[in-house]
Structures are given as structure tokens and as C-alpha cells.
């Protein structure tokens, strides 16, 4: 049962490497061979066609993908049409490409021309207009940020200018200490100069006593 039920899912992978092979890689090459080295026109012009047929089909994938087509059909069945379908317009001798181009695509495209050309012109237009707005915005919002930030630089410029060193700094501590040191010592002093002068005057009040004793002897 495992056996086979992995089967189909290697097969699936092996056709949509096959089909990437087929609708990609080998179209890749022949045009660069068609430009490189000049061939016909119709070579050219083939390829030309084929590549404007594969954008519509990748758009036309997309919408297959998002209706799940290959869970109704099976994914090998759905890789082996595209696979199919692919090599119809990969071969030139096929014809299909020329086909498929000059009856659905170039009918579609020259009766709707003027309206796409139009079309592409206002949406450049507005495109214009849009990156114009955008890049007027993104300067005013440069110029006012940059504003911000040279302030910001400034203000940091200024604050590192009146800051002082650890060096100074220490000097300014050992400096106030000395004059806190030389405050405390003239304070002392000055509570010396009371105490001598109150000796003074009991050795005179002594002096007095000791006088009127002897006279009163």
C-alpha cells in the first residue's frame, strides 16, 4: 500500500521537473541562442511569442492552482497537460505558438491597444507622482531628524565640555578639604584667644588680693 501510494507522487515530481525542463530551461537557452548569434527572424519572433504566451499561462496557472484542479484531475494528469500543453508551443515546427499568438492573443491585444497604452500611461503618471510625494516626504523627514540629532550633538558636546576630569575633580575634593582643614584651625584660634584672656584677668584679680592683704597688715 505504501508502495504504491508514493508511485503517483514520484511520478508527479518527475513530470513537473520534466515540465520545468521543457517550458523553462530549454526556451531559456534557445533564446539566448537566437540573440547571440543572430539567427532568423522567425526564430526570434517564435521565441518572442512563446515567452508573452507563458506569462498569460503562469497567470492562468495561478488561478488553476487556487481552484485545487489537480485534486479533481490528479497532479501527474494535471503535469502531463501541461507538459503537453508546454511542448505544443515550445516546438516550432509544432506551429503551435504562431497558432495560439495570431488567433487569441493578437486579435485580443490590437482592439484593446489603445486602452492599454493609456492605461500604462496614467498608472507611469502616477508613479511619477507617488516617488515625487515619497521622496518629498523622506527629505522633510531627514532634514527634521537631523535637526533632532544635531541638537542632540550639541547638547552632548556641551555636557562633555563642562564636565571636569577625574584628575580635576580629585584636585577640587583635595582643594575644599584644605580649606575646610584651615576653617576648622582659625576657629580653634579664635576660641583660644577668650580662654588666655579670662587667665589673664584671674592672675590680676589675684595680684589685687594679695595686695590689699599686705596693706591691711
Same mark, same amino acid.
Given at each position: 500500500r505504501?508502495?504504491?501510494?508514493r508511485?503517483?507522487?514520484v511520478?508527479?515530481r518527475l513530470?513537473?521537473?520534466?515540465?520545468?525542463c521543457?517550458?523553462?530551461?530549454?526556451?531559456v537557452?534557445?533564446?539566448?541562442?537566437?540573440?547571440?548569434?543572430?539567427?532568423?527572424t522567425s526564430d526570434?519572433?517564435?521565441?518572442?511569442?512563446y515567452?508573452?504566451l507563458f506569462?498569460?499561462?503562469?497567470?492562468?496557472?495561478?488561478?488553476?492552482d487556487?481552484?485545487?484542479?489537480d485534486s479533481?484531475?490528479?497532479?501527474?494528469?494535471?503535469?502531463?497537460?501541461k507538459l503537453a500543453l508546454?511542448?505544443l508551443?515550445?516546438v516550432?515546427?509544432?506551429?503551435?505558438?504562431?497558432h495560439v499568438?495570431e488567433?487569441?492573443?493578437?486579435?485580443?491585444?490590437?482592439?484593446?491597444?489603445a486602452d492599454?497604452?493609456?492605461l500604462?500611461?496614467?498608472?507611469y503618471?502616477l508613479a511619477l507622482?507617488?516617488?515625487a510625494?515619497?521622496k518629498?516626504?523622506?527629505?522633510?523627514l531627514?532634514?527634521?531628524?537631523g535637526?533632532?540629532? +544635531? @541638537?542632540?550633538v550639541? *547638547?552632548?558636546?556641551?555636557?562633555? %565640555?563642562?564636565?571636569?576630569?577625574p =584628575?580635576? +575633580? @580629585?584636585?577640587?575634593? *583635595?582643594?575644599?578639604h584644605?580649606? %575646610?582643614e584651615?576653617s576648622g584651625? =582659625?576657629?580653634a584660634?579664635e576660641d583660644?584667644?577668650?580662654s588666655?584672656?579670662s587667665?589673664?584677668?584671674?592672675?590680676?584679680?589675684?595680684?589685687?588680693?594679695?595686695?590689699?592683704?599686705e596693706?591691711?597688715?
Amino acid at each position: 500500500r505504501r508502495t504504491s501510494d508514493r508511485r503517483p507522487r514520484v511520478l508527479s515530481r518527475l513530470m513537473s521537473a520534466l515540465t520545468l525542463c521543457v517550458g523553462i530551461i530549454f526556451p531559456v537557452y534557445a533564446s539566448f541562442k537566437s540573440m547571440q548569434h543572430k539567427r532568423r527572424t522567425s526564430d526570434v519572433s517564435h521565441w518572442l511569442k512563446y515567452w508573452i504566451l507563458f506569462a498569460i499561462w503562469s497567470q492562468v496557472e495561478v488561478v488553476l492552482d487556487l481552484l485545487s484542479i489537480d485534486s479533481f484531475i490528479g497532479s501527474f494528469y494535471y503535469e502531463l497537460i501541461k507538459l503537453a500543453l508546454l511542448s505544443l508551443l515550445v516546438v516550432p515546427q509544432l506551429g503551435g505558438t504562431a497558432h495560439v499568438f495570431e488567433r487569441l492573443v493578437l486579435p485580443a491585444l490590437e482592439a484593446h491597444e489603445a486602452d492599454i497604452d493609456a492605461l500604462l500611461e496614467r498608472g507611469y503618471t502616477l508613479a511619477l507622482a507617488k516617488a515625487a510625494d515619497a521622496k518629498r516626504a523622506a527629505l522633510g523627514l531627514l532634514l527634521e531628524k537631523g535637526q533632532d540629532v +544635531q @541638537a542632540g550633538v550639541f *547638547k552632548l558636546l556641551a555636557q562633555l %565640555t563642562v564636565k571636569t576630569s577625574p =584628575q580635576e +575633580q @580629585a584636585h577640587a575634593r *583635595k582643594h575644599k578639604h584644605k580649606i %575646610t582643614e584651615a576653617s576648622g584651625a =582659625q576657629a580653634a584660634d579664635e576660641d583660644f584667644v577668650p580662654s588666655a584672656a579670662s587667665f589673664t584677668t584671674g592672675a590680676s584679680e589675684i595680684s589685687a588680693d594679695s595686695t590689699a592683704e599686705e596693706v591691711l597688715k
